[in-house]
């Protein structure tokens, strides 16, 4: 991540707010990925015709998953941003979820967020509050995403605000004994 990125807590401490980092806006078919090495935003893949992403996809810097990667974060707000733009957010919930890839089986959580200025999400608090068929749509979206990519993806849950943040709070934990072993 370039220095400003890496440096970037996860919670911004004023104002309690998460700091979502876009990498694919909403309505893309393509996928981006924030590339460390280059400090640049690569084009990692291309949805077929008729599929995009439903909703901002990004990350929380300053976290590791147990793939390695910062978590993911699936924002609601009311417009597409581009990749690169920071988003403060709050978290709604967590949909766990793991994922195959060769074989090799871990735990890859989606993250769901609402943007701190959204009008349209404002009034969402929690995964609860999300409608059931709009949850469903979002589970469905990320399991063929993964099929077309030959992946599997199974979901394990759904869970709120209080989970999604012991998530982060993880996630935030892995990324600084991270940094200490590459010292």
């Known amino acids: 991540m370039t220095p400003v990125v890496q440096n970037l807590p996860f919670l911004d401490p004023e104002s309690g707010d998460y700091n979502v980092i876009i990498e694919t806006p909403k309505g893309s078919r393509n996928k981006y990925t924030y590339e460390e090495n280059r400090q640049l935003y690569q084009l990692k893949g291309v949805l077929p015709a008729g599929a995009s992403f439903p909703f901002d996809f990004g990350f929380l810097p300053g976290t590791h998953g147990e793939d390695g990667d910062p978590l993911d974060v699936l924002l609601l707000m009311d417009e597409p941003a581009y990749p690169g733009v920071l988003v403060p957010a709050r978290l709604v919930g967590v949909i766990a979820a793991e994922q195959t890839e060769n074989g090799n089986t871990v735990r890859n959580d989606r993250l769901l967020a ?42 394990v849950g759904r869970y709120g ?12 934990k892995m990324f600084q004994k991270k940094q200490k072993e590459s010292a």
């Not at 608090?125 to 030959?150: P, R, T, V």
């Open 114 to 155: 609402v943007s701190a200025v959204s009008r349209t999400h404002h009034s969402l608090q929690d995964i609860k509050d999300l409608d059931k068929h709009l949850l469903e749509e979002i589970e469905h979206f990320f399991k063929s995403y993964n099929a077309i990519k030959g992946y599997g993806f199974e979901i």
């Open 161 to 172: 605000v209080k989970k999604a943040q012991a998530l982060v709070a993880a996630g935030g």
